[in-house]
T-cell receptor, first 109, second 116 residues
């Protein structure tokens, strides 16, 4: 079956760096998305990777290894407003999104 | 402003009373989708639509209906709601699935439904 795994919750300190991991098993693969979701709000797009490697966007970077079925989201210089859930979603061979349950990130001062 | 709108945002209803949650997008997107989100379970797809008059079941379609008579609208219908349909519902749209690789989904603000 198709499956996405990511940690349920992580805690980090303001100003620090945190890495949120995601592993996936899908029927075919057409890329991986990361979304941010603040409590009670809609998910918003952060990044998309389809090729191996690291993509950097300001304080946020996303990495993909297709051979390992693995991705991570790296958040640098953490701010209190980064407290949110981070959702990993892989695109399968039918171009359907397979969603992880999300990682709740708690930022402490 | 490009957006996906949903109505109502909050709804409390009783078991068995038919309801409709509307979803509309102004981006001319072909693909639209409904999700429900429950604690610890992440986003689960209910139904999706690749284009007008084309709809397909997602992972959890039981107890729901949809229609896609126009490109911009994709209402979610609960014919006889039950308490296990209490959830946070999101509508989303995107350009065609064949272009999914390059385009993210845009989500509506969510509808929090409580069925008593």
């Amino acid at each position: 079956g198709q499956n996405i795994d990511q940690p349920t919750e992580m805690t980090a300190t303001e100003g620090a760096i945190v890495q949120i991991n995601c592993t996936y098993q899908t029927s075919g693969f057409n890329g991986l998305f990361w979304y941010q979701q603040h409590a009670g709000e809609a998910p918003t797009f952060l990044s998309y990777n389809v090729l191996d490697g690291l993509e950097e966007k300001g304080r946020f970077s996303s990495f993909l290894s297709r051979s390992k079925g693995y991705s991570y989201l790296l958040l640098k210089e953490l701010q209190m407003k980064d407290s949110a859930s981070y959702l990993c979603a892989a695109v399968d061979s039918n171009y359907q999104l397979i969603w992880g349950a999300g990682t709740k990130l708690i930022i402490k001062p | 402003e490009a957006q996906v709108t949903q109505n109502p945002r909050y709804l409390i209803t009783v078991t068995g009373k038919k309801l409709t949650v509307t979803c509309s997008q102004n981006m001319n997107h072909e693909y639209m989708s409904w999700y429900r989100q429950d604690p610890g379970l992440g986003l689960r797809q209910i139904y999706y639509s690749m284009n007008v008059e084309v709809t397909d079941k997602g992972d959890v379609p039981e107890g729901y209906k949809v229609s896609r008579k126009e490109k911009r609208n994709f209402p979610l219908i609960l014919e006889s709601p039950s308490p296990n349909q209490t959830s946070l519902y999101f509508c989303a749209s995107s350009p065609p699935a064949r272009d999914f690789s390059y385009n993210e989904q845009f989500f509506g603000p969510g509808t929090r439904l409580t069925v008593l």
